[in-house]
Every structure is written in C-alpha cells, then in structure tokens.
C-alpha cells in the first residue's frame, strides 16, 4: 500500500541496548523527519533529511544517529536507550513546496525499562 | 526557547457551538503555520494552513486567523461536532520545507 510505514509498532527494551526504528514511505518524498512526542511537550523534532546521503539535527537530537541510504527509507538508531527516550516516535515525510504539509507514519511507542 | 507554543493544554467545547484554538509564537521567520489533528494511536493529520502574508484561511468548517503583530494564530472550528474530539497542534514551517516546529498541542473536547 502507498504510504508511510513505521515498524515496528511497539518496542520495550532495556537502558543501555541499541534499538533501530524503521521508517519507509513510497511516495518518493523527498524530505523525512522524525519526531518524538511527549506529554506536555507535544512533538519535537529529532533529526531530518532532505534528500538521500544529506540528514540535520532537530530540537533534541542527542542520543539517536540517523541514516538515509535510499529515499525511500529513514531509520532512527538509539545507540545506547536511556530511560528518558521512553515516548512515542514518528516518522514523516513531505515534498518541498507544500508549506511544511507533512504525511505521518502511525508511530512507534517504545518503552525503556 | 519554544519556538511555537499552545498555552491551553486543554478545551472543552458543546457540540454545534465554535471551537477556537489558539497558538503563539516568537520566530518571525515562518512561512507558513499548519495546524494538525491528532486521533488516539494514530499519527497526525494535517488539517489547514496560512501563508504568512495572509491573515485568514477557510476550509469549510475550519478557519485560520494570523496576527502577524501579536504573533498569534487561531483555529476556528464551525460548528463543532464530536468527530472533532481530538488533539490539535499547531505548527510553523519554513518555505524550504526543512524543519516543521510544533507547539505542545491542546485537547479538545466535544460534549453533547
């Protein structure tokens, strides 16, 4: 199905452990971003990227590593979780022009015990 | 330093009657303000949007409003209808479509 996919759906880990968030969409959308959501904070850009080969760092960025060797897909690494990434991850993706209309994935709720 | 900010974590409106949801913000630099509706379990949808040179935006139901003085913007949402229960964020974007900052967003509620 077209779209933007993020798998998988929920996670729970422990502090110290390596989790990769997958993200992969078929409209062959340009910019991807990830962004967490928490409460009292809404959602917070984490790390995005214009085009293959070329990501930024967002708001809060420390603590995940990004990569984008296809358009297509955008995975999101925590090298080492911590408890405080606890929350809800989303990826989403745009084209340039749309005025920052963004198309989300249904998230990722990860849990860091 | 929140860029985007909501300051009513919550709003509880009467079904038929008009929601107004508002948002602040401090950097000038914007080209454009989205607002989008987020359902439980669910990613979120973008809703309606205004360029920065413009004041006012109308989808249907939806209207936006921009001061661009005050650095505010609402949501006007006529009449509301329980299938608008949900949380709205607003957000601002740049014209290069690189970084979209979203406020903390506010639940809105619809009640009979």
């Known amino acids: 199905d077209a779209g933007i996919t993020q798998s998988p759906r929920y996670k729970i880990t422990e502090t110290g452990r390596q989790v990769t968030l997958m993200c992969h969409q078929t409209?062959?959308?340009?910019?991807m971003f990830w962004y967490r959501q928490d409460l009292g904070h809404g959602l917070r850009l984490i790390y995005y990227?214009?085009?293959?080969?070329?990501?930024d760092k967002g708001e809060v960025p420390d603590g995940y590593v990004v990569s984008r060797s296809k358009t297509e897909n955008f995975p999101l690494t925590l090298e080492s979780a911590t408890r405080s990434q606890t929350s809800v991850y989303f990826c989403?993706?745009?084209?340039?022009?749309?005025?920052?209309?963004?198309?989300f994935g249904s998230g990722t709720q990860l849990s860091v015990l | 330093d929140q860029q985007v900010k909501q300051n009513s974590p919550s709003l509880s409106v009467q079904e038929g009657r008009i929601s107004i949801l508002n948002c602040d913000y401090t950097?000038?630099?914007?080209?454009?303000f989205l607002w989008y509706k987020k359902y439980p379990a669910e990613g979120p949808t973008f809703l309606i949007s205004?360029?920065?040179?413009?004041d006012k935006n109308e989808d249907g139901r939806f209207t936006v409003f921009l001061n661009k003085s005050a650095k505010h913007l609402s949501l006007h949402i006529v009449p509301s209808q329980p299938g608008d229960s949900a949380v709205y964020f607003c957000?601002?974007?740049?014209?290069?479509?690189?970084?979209?900052?979203f406020g903390s967003g506010t639940r809105l509620s619809i009640r009979p």
């Open positions: 989403a993706s745009s084209e340039p022009g749309q005025g920052g209309k963004l198309f």
């Open positions: 990227s214009a085009a293959a080969d070329i990501t």
């Open positions: 205004i360029s920065s040179i413009k």
């Open positions: 409209w062959s959308h340009s910019y």
């Open positions: 957000a601002g974007s740049y014209s290069s479509a690189s970084k979209i900052i």
């Open positions: 950097n000038s630099m914007f080209d454009y």
